[in-house]
C-alpha cells in the first residue's frame, strides 16, 4: 500500500510542474480570443511569440490571416481547455472550439516562456485541413 502511494506522489510530483503552468497558459489564449471578440489584432498580436510576430510582421496581417485561415478562433462560440502536456520539453495545450455554425475544433496550442510571460508559438488544427502557424 505505501508502495502506491509513494507512486502516486511520485507522479504528481514529476508532473507538478506542467500543472503550476495551466492557469497563465490559459489566461494568455484566453486573452487572445477575447482581442479577437473586440477586433483588436493589436492586442491579440502581442499574445504571439517573436519567431510568429516576425513571421506575420504587423498586427493586421496577422489579423487577417487568423480570420481567414482560423475563423473558428476568430469568432469562438464556446472555449473549453483540455489537457496541458510537456511533449519534448514544450508545453502543449489542447484547446476545443466550438464556432459559430456548432462545428467543433481541436487545437493544440504551443507555448513558451519569454521573460515577460507565456506567448503563443505555434496553433495546430488536429481536425479538418491540419493546418498550423
Request: proline share 5%.
Amino acid at each position: 500500500m505505501r508502495s502506491v502511494l509513494f507512486a502516486g506522489v511520485g507522479i504528481f510530483l514529476l508532473t507538478f510542474p506542467v500543472f503550476a503552468q495551466r492557469e497563465p497558459v490559459t489566461a494568455v489564449i484566453g486573452s487572445q480570443f477575447e482581442a479577437f471578440l473586440n477586433n483588436d489584432t493589436e492586442t491579440a498580436f502581442s499574445f504571439a511569440s517573436p519567431n510568429i510576430r516576425r513571421l506575420f510582421g504587423t498586427p493586421e496581417r496577422f489579423g487577417e490571416m487568423v480570420r481567414q485561415g482560423y475563423p473558428m478562433v476568430w469568432r469562438p462560440a464556446e472555449v473549453r481547455y483540455l489537457d496541458l502536456r510537456d511533449v519534448a520539453g514544450s508545453l502543449w495545450q489542447r484547446v476545443m472550439i466550438t464556432d459559430q455554425t456548432g462545428a467543433v475544433h481541436l487545437l493544440d496550442y504551443q507555448m513558451v516562456k519569454m521573460e515577460n510571460g507565456w506567448k503563443i508559438n505555434a496553433v495546430h488544427l488536429l481536425n479538418g485541413r491540419g493546418d498550423s502557424v
